[in-house]
């Protein structure tokens, strides 16, 4: 069964301080993996996903990830916090066993601090 | 850029009550999904359609949900009656391809229902 684990519901970083969001998947196929971004009261936003090219994803707003089949993970970084990054960020895991279907995390709520 | 369209953005109703939710999604998207977020959790799937069928309904609560896209583009999620446990965010999404590919789902703003 495909599932995704998000270590750490809260995260507090300082503002310029390096972001790291970790993210823990499992599937027994070789899966896709994406990580959106929630603001208050808003849609996901996709920032990026992985889906068996380049192993290091560039997302937006300066995010990037890493895929790392041996450790079966997927962490989200971003070098410099701004503030604007404060949200709600979900890992979401789907192979081709699942079809289309999406499993989340149960998400990182981001703080960042001035 | 084309977004997943839902309306309304907040709902406030009472138990009992029926409450209907809508969802236009990407124009040409084939494959539509409905999830409902409690707070503080990842979205759960509800109904997922590819074009006009229901591809997995198998976490819909069909006893009070229904879900139809009847024409195969938007689509209304129905519950009746509402529950208190209903309380939650209802986001539809869309991506391009049918559900045996790998594809971005692309997610509306939500509608966030509210059962007094």
């Known amino acids: ?36 971004v929630q603001y208050p009261n808003q849609g996901l936003q996709l920032l ?37 990054d404060a949200a709600e960020y979900f890992c979401a895991v789907s192979d081709m066993d699942t079809g289309n279907q999406f499993y989340f995390g149960t998400g990182t709520s981001l703080t960042v601090i001035p | 850029e084309a977004e997943v369209a839902q309306s309304p953005r907040y709902k406030i ?20 999904y409905w999830y409902r977020q409690i707070l503080g959790q990842g979205p759960e799937l509800l109904v997922q359609f590819q074009d006009e069928s229901v591809v997995d309904d198998s976490q819909l609560p069909k006893d009070r949900f229904s879900a139809e896209r009847l024409k195969g583009v938007d689509s209304t999620l129905k519950i009746q009656p509402a529950e208190l446990g209903d309380s939650a965010m209802y986001l539809c999404a869309s991506s ?21």
């Open chain 2, 96 to 116: 391009l391809v049918g559900w045996d590919r790998q594809e971005t789902q692309y997610f509306g703003p939500g509608t966030r229902l509210l059962v007094l």
């Open chain 2, 13 to 32: 109703t009472e138990k009992s009550q029926a409450v209907a939710f809508w969802c236009d999604p990407i124009s040409g998207h084939a494959t539509l």
């Open chain 1, 48 to 84: 990026l996903k992985y889906t068996s090219a380049a192993t290091l994803v560039k997302g937006i707003n300066g995010f990037e990830a890493e895929f790392k089949k041996s450790e079966t993970s997927f962490h989200l970084t971003k070098p410099s916090a701004h503030m604007s």
């Open chain 1, 1 to 36: 069964a495909q599932s995704v684990t998000q270590l750490g519901s809260h995260v507090s970083v300082s503002e310029g301080a390096l972001v790291l969001l970790r993210c823990n998947y499992s599937s027994s196929v070789p899966p896709y993996l994406f990580w959106y």
